[in-house]
């Protein structure tokens, strides 16, 4: 089969459950937006170009992984795909344990607050999150989750700079009464239950339920010392979640067709807490008593106080880890198909609250309220002849209203209002080779309302901003296929993320200070192959980004925590992936990335805030300067100091190489797989201070299990050797590197039916 292209804090979350939660899917349809997931004849349908297309068929760098796949590779939620995409960094944000930090190719945020737009975008059945906190989604009831790496620009929402992530849930079933549930049980006291009901009401309408509870004991223990004594042994990071999620689809004629769902979701658990971690390579970092990042405990020579103000407390004091996020949505989804056109309009309302208690450098607590309001018109043609087009307009207005304590108060009131118009075209010059041009027009209004408490209210008390900003974004593409199995691309494409504003106010030389828009350009050239009759695939890409104004966090030179642009990056690297079926039932598949990201550009003050230098002393990752302070020589040489550093979660290499064998055996299957997965040593900071890398290293997952056509049970286990390591850090300055330790082993058995 080869398939020819023809009301106030919430931030807009997805938690664990947004899946269960997710918006509208629509049934498989050559012109539509939406596909269901088919492995049928070796063939997987994406919806990458907002139209069905055979993946090997499409010109970009796309991995699509199917409901099926997510099953078999025991992938839980949006974590798990990190080793599965190459040169994708995706990892828990450290504030609610719903957020995420997602970086591709070098491109990322990790700032969730409400003043800073994501540079990776999520969509959930084609509506976008405004937030990153609720963008780490359980991948439940998921028909496929499709991963678009390189700038969006022409057919997506907003601020797809760095890429998007695409989760299809499965729509209602017409004709079809089922119910399908199943039960975990794992170590740390983990406990999952989750069950769907599929309902058919008439031969045209059916109705789709389902719901998940889930707990977790915490995988950190407390250990404070002095006044807090009494509270040692007490365990934090716990995860407790419950959802629901209900869909509605219904045929009206032969033509149209509609999709109404509801969500909602309450996730009460425990953020990631923070700890110390020693360093081996630099002997200055040691204040990890117990070499244990699982242990929360002070550093060497301090006894907590009572005394001490709560927003004061150091590391290790601090015993309130609690988080509270209520997330619920709606949506509704009109789709017109006709001889050689469709229609569709999505329509969507959602919003969050969030309450956060943690320690991120020093204690921090925040309010959130936000919501957002979608709309989307997308027009796809099926013509007989070579030229078919894509069109559309998409609407979006989103308020946020932050209140927080991170060693003072603040206040951030934001909202933001953004239009565009949008277009791409193809043309069949021959039966190989056809040309691609697309064209994204955006208008976005953003007003802020900053405010700074305490001693620093008297500089930063009502500052007010507003940013209005027009951009056309647009992308070129050319392909050739040698033959059916065979294709040759490449590929010109532009990206941008809105301006913002920081939402810090420490000094008045950084007060809530704008940030201009960040742009990307990108290059890109690849092959799409397959072989033994579909049985094989191998595709490899090779990528140039020209990434410009970069929006980054930081100190100033002149002193002051705050977001800059940061001049101009080059980031250069080669993808591939593979997947072979040698003999029926036993597929092995990889990928590898090499990622080459270096500073183009900076002048003093960017290098300064990247380095972590004043003007008087050069930061840790500079060492020592020759030169006197204040002087051009002096500059000059934190500015080389600073064009020699790495991007933050840039990896060098990664990769993986995994299996899975199903084997017959009585009425179903025994099947069993594994994965080894690999990435490089990496800086989660921009300062680059030595010692502070993050170590992921080998990590190995596997899973066994049995499986019939109503009954499934698996045994799994992931990083099987208890690897301590990090994905994300803060360095508070002195000797701390506060780090945010990834998940250690974790097993577990699931047992799970289906009755239709």
């Known amino acids: 089969m080869h398939l020819r292209r023809s009301p106030k ?78 040169g994708v960094v995706i990892t828990t944000g450290t504030g609610t344990s719903s957020s995420a930090r997602i970086f591709f190719r070098g491109v990322g945020e ?73 039960f975990g049980y794992g170590n740390f006291d983990r406990i999952q239950a989750r069950g769907t009901v599929n309902l058919s009401l008439a031969d045209s309408l059916a109705v789709r339920l389902t719901g998940l509870y889930k707990e977790r004991d915490g995988f950190h223990t407390l250990n404070p010392n002095g006044d807090f004594a009494g509270q040692a042994g007490t365990e934090v990071g716990a995860e407790q979640v419950l959802a629901f999620r209900g869909s509605l689809y219904g045929e009206l004629d032969d033509s149209w067709s509609v999709l109404a769902t509801f969500d909602y979701t309450s996730d009460n658990s425990d953020p990631v807490p923070s700890s110390l971690a020693a360093s081996s390579s630099n002997p200055a970092i040691t204040t990890d008593a117990d070499q244990d990042i699982f242990t929360i405990e002070p550093a060497a020579g301090v006894t907590c106080s009572a005394l001490t103000p709560v927003n004061f407390q150091p590391i290790g004091c601090v015993t309130n880890f609690d988080s509270e996020v209520e997330a619920y949505g709606a949506s509704i989804q009109l789709t017109g198909e006709f001889d050689n056109f469709s229609v569709t309009s999505i329509t969507a309302l959602r919003a969050l609250k969030d309450e956060l208690s943690s320690f991120i450098s020093f204690p921090f607590f925040q309010q959130t309220e936000q919501d957002q309001f979608s709309q989307e018109f997308l027009l796809n043609t099926d013509f007989e002849g070579p030229f078919n087009f894509t069109a559309g307009a998409f609407y979006y207005n989103e308020t946020v209203d932050l209140d927080y304590v991170f060693v003072f108060p603040f206040g951030n009131d934001v ?45 930063g008390s009502n500052i007010t901003g507003e940013t209005d900003t027009d951009n056309i974004t647009w992308t070129a593409k050319v392909d050739y296929s040698l033959t059916d199995d065979i294709l040759f691309y490449a590929s010109y494409s532009t990206g941008f993320k809105s301006p913002g504003f920081s939402p810090d106010c420490f000094s008045p030389v950084a007060c809530f200070l704008p940030v201009n828009e960040e742009e990307l350009d990108s290059i890109e050239a690849g092959i799409r192959t397959q072989f033994l009759d579909g049985r094989a695939t191998f595709n490899a890409t090779y990528f140039y980004n020209d990434y410009q104004d970069l929006q980054i966090s930081g100190t100033l030179p002149t002193g002051g925590f705050t977001r800059i642009n940061a001049g101009e990056a080059r980031i250069q690297g080669v993808e591939i992936e593979g997947r072979i079926e040698p003999v029926d039932g036993f597929t092995i598949y990889g990928n590898a990335s090499w990622l080459d990201a270096e500073y183009q550009t900076l002048n003093f003050a960017q290098a300064g805030l990247l380095s972590g230098s004043t003007t008087t002393t050069p930061g840790l990752a500079c060492g020592t300067i020759g030169a006197a302070p204040g002087s051009t020589a002096f500059e000059q040489a934190i500015i080389d100091c600073a064009l020699g550093l790495e991007l933050k979660n840039a990896p060098e290499f990664k990769g993986l190489i995994g299996f899975n064998y199903d084997i017959p055996v009585g009425n179903g299957d025994v099947f069993f797989g594994g994965d080894a997965a690999w990435e490089d040593d990496t800086f989660g900071l921009v300062a680059n201070v ?67």
């Open 9 to 86: 804090l919430a931030f807009a979350s997805a938690t664990s459950a947004i899946a269960l939660a997710a918006l509208p899917s629509q049934a498989f349809a050559q012109d539509s937006d939406t596909a269901e997931a088919t492995e049928d004849d070796n063939v997987i349908v994406v919806t990458a170009q907002r139209r069905a297309e055979n993946i090997q068929d499409v010109p970009a760098s796309v991995t699509a992984l199917t409901g099926a796949q997510l099953e078999n590779r025991q992938i839980a939620d949006s974590n798990d795909l990190t080793s599965q995409i190459p």
């Open 415 to 459: 909202e933001t209002e953004s239009f565009s118009l949008f277009t791409q075209a193809t043309f069949d010059v021959t039966d190989a080779l056809t040309l691609t041009g697309g064209l994204r027009w955006t208008t976005e209004d953003r007003e802020f309302v900053g405010n700074a408490g305490g001693p620093l209210a008297g500089f």
């Open 110 to 182: 990790d700032e969730s607050r409400g003043a800073i737009d994501p540079a990776v975008g999520i969509y959930i059945d084609n509506v976008y999150l405004g937030r990153t906190v609720g963008s780490l989604v359980d991948l439940v009831d998921i028909e496929q989750v499709e991963v678009l790496r390189g700038p969006q620009g022409t057919l997506y929402g907003r601020n797809t700079n760095g890429g998007a992530i695409k989760f299809t849930s499965v729509r209602p079933q017409l004709g079809e009464t089922s119910l399908s549930a199943d």
């Open 690 to 756: 030595p010692g502070t890398r993050q170590e992921p290293g080998l990590r190995l997952d596997a899973r066994i299990g049995y499986r019939t056509d109503r009954w499934r049970v698996t045994v799994w286990g992931k990083n099987l050797t208890d690897r301590e390591y990090f994905r994300a850090n803060t360095f508070a300055g002195g000797s701390q590197n506060q780090v945010f330790a990834a998940p250690p082993l974790t097993v577990g058995i699931d047992v799970g039916f289906t009755f239709d």
